[in-house]
């Protein structure tokens, strides 16, 4: 038996030998992890187990309830879209749009606004030369206030429909390096919670150098690295932006 930190009607939820941790009426309408741990961290010493055995019983078989199911297929699910109940724009300019959904889960929880960002298409080349080497870009990033190590890209043109176009374009645009042969390799969510486009990364093998022409915005180094040396720096932070480092050990972690 356990007696609670508040008195009322509890469940356990958690019991680490030291401390119990309660889910109750009172911290119902709180997020449930914060309040557990408030409970068992704050009052330890209120917390009285009479029979140790009896309480870890009733732990094991309440977290055994609470184990999801695992699925062996995993496009098979439960989970519901959410409805959307309104939508209006906060942002409009020619990068992106900011909108702003009323929306309402599968089970009538509201959520109002839920921010979406609407933008073009991001494209990047996975470039290697005629030796194999892998062609990145060394240039200053604004919102880390940082210069970033990254595969040659941007965003579609508004007229563009062809990823592969584009990867063509900005890799020679930023680097100068062109030709070889291209084709998709993996197109992916920037962010599935907020961001409503796909980043596409695209294979260019066997480019040759030529005259970069960046925009007048933009200082670039062309940075050349063998792929084990790329795969390194995805791996130990020296390649910062999560896509690229993602497309980076996708396409060249069995070289290596």
């Known amino acids: ?36 741990i408030f409970v068992a961290r704050i009052f330890p010493e209120r917390v009285s187990v009479e029979s140790l055995a009896g309480l870890r019983q009733t732990v094991s078989t309440i977290q055994a309830a609470q184990t999801p199911q695992m699925r062996a297929n995993p496009d098979d699910s439960d989970v519901s879209r959410w409805m959307v109940r309104g939508s209006k724009y906060v942002l409009s300019d020619r990068w992106l749009r900011v909108r702003a959904d009323e929306c309402e889960t599968a089970t009538g929880v509201c959520i109002s606004p839920y921010y979406v960002v609407e933008s ?108 084990k040396e790329a795969v390194k720096l995805a791996l130990n932070g020296g390649i910062r932006h999560a896509g690229h480092v993602s497309a980076i050990i996708a396409a060249f972690s069995k070289e290596v």
């Open 120 to 227: 073009p298409d991001f494209v990047h080349a996975i470039a290697t030369d005629l030796e194999g080497n892998v062609i990145l870009v060394r240039q200053y990033r604004h919102g880390i206030a940082a210069l970033s190590l990254e595969l040659p890209g941007g965003l579609m043109d508004r007229d563009e429909i062809d990823p592969v176009a584009t990867a063509r374009r900005e890799l020679k645009e930023e680097t100068g390096y062109a030709g070889g042969h291209a084709a998709r390799f993996l197109s992916l969510s920037p962010d599935p919670a907020r961001y409503a486009n796909q980043v596409h990364f695209i294979r260019v093998d066997g480019v040759t150098p030529g005259k970069a022409r960046p925009e007048a915005t933009e200082t670039i180094d062309v940075i050349v690295l063998t792929p």
């Open 1 to 36: 038996m356990v007696t609670p930190p508040n008195g009322g009607a509890n469940t356990i939820v958690h019991f680490d030998g030291v401390g119990a941790e309660f889910r109750s009426r009172r911290y119902a309408a709180r997020d449930p992890l914060i309040d557990h």
